[in-house]
């Protein structure tokens, strides 16, 4: 790929038994890869030490398509946080950068919506699923039997975050209530409000934490599957990682920011023309849990509507109380 800011090209090198992992999509663990290394050092003796870089042999100039992939969504990236923010249609490609290492800015979501449509990856949730939203209780608190207290909150009061713009409110749920807890910890002690949310109607949602196996390098006719779900992998970890301790929160989260909009407002699915109802991804707080985000079926500037509702109980919530990171790293729910 090429360095953002000069266009240098930067290629990450690796030796041949990590080529040999890679190739053959193994594990580390597996047992067939002492036999194979052997036998190459054996028969290619010459090349065993050298250093390795993935290619594409039908391209002379060695670019894989899932490295044209990131690379793209790397310099769209960069150009939104740093250079072109609300008017990236317009931008042409960097004259530094050759046409076949690069997809243009403006056709990146494109490009990323062809990827998700072929790449089996849009799910259909049943009618009645459930999932978890947790709130820390704040002293201020005392309209906590209210199950509007656990709405996403009105389109004037919504912050940025991981998915959505300042200004525009979705419902941030986790698929397990281990992991909507992780999510909201910031503190300690303190004591965490979680409230079950119940699907209205089917759901269609990409799921960025359960990606199809990656198809062997050797089956030619999934080669265009192989390369997609590669990205994919990548990509996944890309839009889940946490923000470090000292980047700006509200630089960082613009990529995926537009990525959720064009999802949400252009992106529709083959065939039968769909919206997507929502986003699956991997917690960052959670090792093992996955977030889901939904977005609002109406806009409002009062109150968004979602495709879920807040499960009818006396109360509407089941209160938790941590002390200690001891507390929190062995807690396990039956919520």
């Known amino acids: 790929m090429r360095d953002p800011e000069n266009g240098c090209l930067i290629h990450q090198t690796i030796d041949t ?8 999509n193994l594990d580390y663990e597996n047992s ?31 670019i894989i398509d899932n490295y044209v992939y990131k690379h793209s969504w790397d310099q769209f990236s960069y150009t939104v946080k740093y250079k072109n923010r609300f008017h990236f249609y317009n931008q042409e490609l960097d004259e530094h950068v050759f046409n076949h290492e ?6 990146v979501l494109d490009m990323l919506g062809s990827i998700i449509n072929e790449s089996n990856i849009i799910k259909s949730v049943p ?8 709130r820390v209780l704040e002293d201020e608190d005392s ?16 912050t940025a975050g991981r998915m959505n713009p300042e200004g525009i409110s979705y419902l941030y749920t986790a698929l397990e209530s281990k992991t909507a807890i992780a999510e909201v910890l910031s503190f300690l002690p303190c004591k965490v409000l979680v409230a079950k ?17 990656v198809p062997s390098v050797f089956d030619e006719s999934k080669k265009e599957i192989r390369e997609n779900i590669l990205f994919l992998k990548n990509f996944s970890d890309e839009i889940s990682k946490p923000i470090k301790k000292f980047s700006s929160i509200l630089i960082e989260y613009i990529p995926t920011q537009i990525l959720s909009e064009y999802i949400a407002l252009v992106f529709r699915t083959i065939g039968n023309n769909q919206r997507i109802d929502g986003i699956i991804y991997k917690s960052s707080a959670s090792p093992g849990g996955k977030n889901l985000v939904l977005f609002p079926i109406e806009r409002r500037y009062e109150q968004s509507s979602f495709p879920v509702k807040i499960e009818e109980n006396e109360k509407p919530y089941v209160q938790y109380k941590f002390d200690s990171l001891d507390c929190v790293s062995g807690f396990e729910t039956n919520v």
């Open 32 to 62: 067939f890869i002492p036999d194979i290394k052997k036998l190459f050092e054996e028969e290619c003796e010459d090349y065993f030490y050298y250093e390795w870089i993935e290619g594409n042999l039908n391209d002379r100039y060695g």
């Open 17 to 24: 038994e990590e080529a040999l992992y890679l190739l053959l």
């Open 102 to 107: 690069q997809i243009p800015v403006k056709k």
């Open 197 to 213: 949310f119940i699907a209205i109607k089917s759901l269609n949602i990409i799921d960025f934490s359960n990606l199809p196996d």
């Open 127 to 134: 009618k009645g699923a459930i999932f978890y939203r947790a």
């Open 143 to 158: 309209n906590i039997d209210d199950p509007y207290f656990f709405n996403a909150p009105p389109s004037k009061k919504a």
